[in-house]
C-alpha cells in the first residue's frame, strides 16, 4: 500500500527550508500531497494560484529525483480535515525551534483527537535552513535585502513581482 503524506503550510513564498522538509519526505511516504493553506485572516502576499504553481515547479527537481509523487491542492478549513480528503496517513510538520515545538505538539493532539487515524510527523529543521521563515524573507525582501539565501530563485521572483504590483 503506499503512503500518502499531508504537509500543509502557507508556503508564501516557498522557501529552501520547505523544500528540505519536502526533499527528505520522499523517505518515509510514496505521494506527498502539499496543502496551501489560504486563510481569510491572513494576508498573503502571493496569490494561492500563484504558491500553488510555484510549488510545482520548483518541486519538480525532487519528485524526478527521489521518484516522490507530489501534488499540489489549497485548503481553506482545517489541514487535518485536507489531509483526510487527500487520504493521507500523516501529516509531516517541520520544526524550527522549540517554539515550533510547543506550537505543533499542541496542534498534532488537537488533530489525534479529531482524526485519530492520522498520525503527525515532525521532521528537525536541517542547520542549512533552520532559520529560514517566509515572513522574515519578506520582511528582508522588503528592506531590499538579498533573499537569494533563503529562496529558489523562481520564488525569489514571484516575491519580488508581488512585492511590486502593491
Not at 93 to 120: C, H, K, W
Not at 138 to 147: P, S, V
Not at 153 to 163: D, F, N, V
Amino acid at each position: 500500500m503506499a503512503r500518502t503524506g499531508f504537509y500543509p503550510g502557507s508556503f508564501d513564498p516557498v522557501t529552501y527550508g520547505h523544500l528540505d522538509i519536502i526533499a527528505r519526505s520522499a523517505r518515509m511516504v510514496d505521494k506527498l500531497v502539499i496543502g496551501v493553506g489560504v486563510h481569510v485572516g491572513k494576508q498573503a502576499l502571493l496569490s494561492a494560484a500563484e504558491r500553488i504553481s510555484l510549488i510545482e515547479t520548483v518541486t519538480k527537481p525532487i519528485s524526478e529525483h527521489s521518484g516522490l509523487k507530489i501534488s499540489v491542492v489549497s485548503f481553506d478549513d482545517l489541514a487535518v480535515a485536507a489531509a483526510k480528503r487527500a487520504h493521507a496517513q500523516v501529516i509531516i510538520r517541520g520544526l524550527r525551534d522549540a517554539t515550533d515545538f510547543d506550537y505543533e505538539v499542541q496542534m498534532a493532539q488537537m488533530n489525534g483527537s479529531l482524526s485519530p487515524d492520522i498520525e503527525t510527523v515532525f521532521m528537525a529543521a536541517s542547520p542549512a535552513t533552520r532559520m529560514i521563515a517566509s515572513s522574515l524573507v519578506k520582511q528582508i525582501a522588503k528592506m531590499g535585502g538579498d533573499t537569494s539565501l533563503f529562496l529558489p530563485h523562481e520564488a525569489e521572483t514571484a516575491l519580488r513581482a508581488a512585492m511590486a504590483r502593491r
